[in-house]
Each structure stands twice: as structure tokens, then as C-alpha cells.
């Protein structure tokens, strides 16, 4: 939530919108979810610095430029990370090198990976339904925070992370 913050405080007037990518782009990169695309875009959806959540956003927004005209597309917001895939060492190279990353911080500790570990650690504090999900999602899911799916709408421009 913390990167969300950071994407609508950036500039004066900013409309924040953000893009979760869909379950199936999803499941193909990362894995199985611990929340369906429908339930993390709900969540994002009470955050209080968004004013808009668009479901099934692309994964690579660089090669959607049709979902960026659309959208009115000014930024991008993410942490610095190169962040790589099938594609490349970092998909939002091309983002950068047109000058429409705007650059988050990460809070430290926190991420899905993180709650799916205390699950597997401490079961015993969650109801067993929870920790037999968590548990078997564990050994397949790394690294699978779309929380972080961060998008800014400038007026009418706006920043994805799909």
C-alpha cells in the first residue's frame, strides 16, 4: 500500500489508478495465487489512495501500447528493481528509456511471500482451512505480491504496474 501512496502523492491532482493483472497471465509467470485476480482487485479497490482499479491489465504494459493510449498512459510507477521475465532482464526498460517511470519504495518485509511464509511457520494462529491453502501454495509461490500493481492517472495520464 505503501508504493500506492507514493504513486498518488508524486504529483499535484493525481486520479490513481491501478492495474491488476488477471489470473490466467498471472498463474502462467508466477504460479498459483493465494487471491484471484477478482479478490486482489477488490482489495486494492478499498485502498484509500486509489481512485480507480482496471482487472485484467496487461503484464507488460511496454508492449500494450494500445491499453496506454487508451488509459491516457503518462507513467509508470514501480520500484527500480529490473524486474525480468520471458522478455527480458527488465520489462520496464523501455518505460524508462521514454522517461515515464516514476520510481517507489518497496516497504521492506512486506510482500505475499512474506504472509504465505508466517503461514507455513506459525499455522497454528490461522484457521486450518487458511493454513492447508497457504501451505500448499508455499511450495510453488514466490514472490507472487500483485498489491504492488501501481498505477497513476495524471489529470488524464496514468502510471501501471501490470
Known sequence: MRQLQQ??????????????????????????????????AESVRHCKWV???????????????????????DYVAHDDIPYGAEEGDDIY???KKAGKFLVTQRTEGVSTTGIITKYEHRPELFPRSIADRALG????????????????HL????????
Not at 501454495?137 to 497513476?152: G, I, K, R, W, Y
Open 7 to 40: 504513486a498518488k502523492t508524486a504529483f499535484p491532482d493525481v486520479y490513481l489508478i491501478v492495474g491488476v493483472t488477471g489470473d490466467k497471465e498471472t498463474h502462467r509467470r508466477k504460479g498459483l495465487t493465494v487471491l484471484s485476480g477478482k479478490e486482489r
Open 51 to 73: 481512485d480507480e482499479v482496471i482487472e485484467d491489465c496487461p503484464w507488460i504494459i511496454a508492449d500494450a501500447p494500445e491499453f496506454i493510449e487508451m488509459h491516457k498512459i
Open 93 to 95: 526498460a523501455p518505460i
Open 137 to 152: 501454495l508455499c511450495a510453488t509461490t514466490t514472490n507472487t505480491s500483485h498489491a504492488s500493481s501501481t498505477a497513476a
Open 155 to 162: 489529470g488524464r495520464s496514468l502510471m501501471c504496474r501490470g
